[in-house]
């Protein structure tokens, strides 16, 4: 059914607090798979609190995570028919490693698909430390399915900019395997949509059983770029975007496919099915990054 827009316009999603710590950062790493391989000790710094605590970058999209808002009746919007479908992140500080953190999130716009379509809606989060300083911000897509026709579009969308993959094949190529637990661990970062819990509700929406998070499954691409061209150098990320295009399942192999100027595209390697595309990543210290511009 179409968004209830006015509802969507009045709501505001909640602002959050986090006090980090060594296990926080830990725990996180470990959800999006981390050390998975224990004689690999470059990975030691961002799962070992004795040896770190080193922030993995793709944090930022789970610190002071206001939760699943659009589950509040307020919102306006029906929860089982929402789909997260892009995502950025840009760092513009270093991240701190302990503290308060606060994030605030606002709705910056809304497409109407008309009548029997989905509706998109757009939204930014800004992450602050205890000073008050910002640290970094994100920006977010989420599809509604069946929830346009509300009487058109709202507030400004922007276009994302496409990245488009170069000719030739990759230069590099990064096979990560997900544990079938790896849902139930991830969402206790703070995001408890049953989407990626329980299989009833997976199945009545169209899923053979619940699904990774979106952000679990970035979060292991960030893994795999920060491995192939920044050496474990956490420093060396400055931001990362994409497109979600199919969901992938806890315990398949995430395959990130990875050209040295930052673009990539992951596909699950069980299936050969391509669940994210338009994929681009700055990084520091990778010499043969170029400047883009967008298509």
Known sequence: MPIDIDRLMQFSPPSARQVLNPRDIAFYALSIGMGHDPCDARQLPFVDPLRGPVVMPAMVLVMAHPGFYLADPESGVDPKAVLHVEQEFALIAPLPAAGEVVSRTRITGVVDKGAGGPALILSDTELRDAAGNPFARLNRTTFVRGGGGFGGTVGVAISDPVWPIPEGQPDHVVDLATSPEQALFYRLNGDLNPLHS?????????????????????????HALLRALGDYSAESMRGVSLRFS???????????????????????VERDVVVVDRGFARLDCSPQQRIRSPA
Request: hydrophobic share 35%; glycine share 10%; charged share 25%.
């Open 246 to 268: 199919k969901p992938a399942y806890p315990g398949e192999t995430i395959r990130t496919e990875i050209w040295s100027d930052g673009s990539f595209r992951a596909r699950v």
């Open 198 to 222: 329980d299989p009833d509700l997976a199945r009545q929406v169209g899923f053979e059983r619940p699904i990774l998070h979106g952000l679990c499954t970035m979060g292991v691409l960030c």
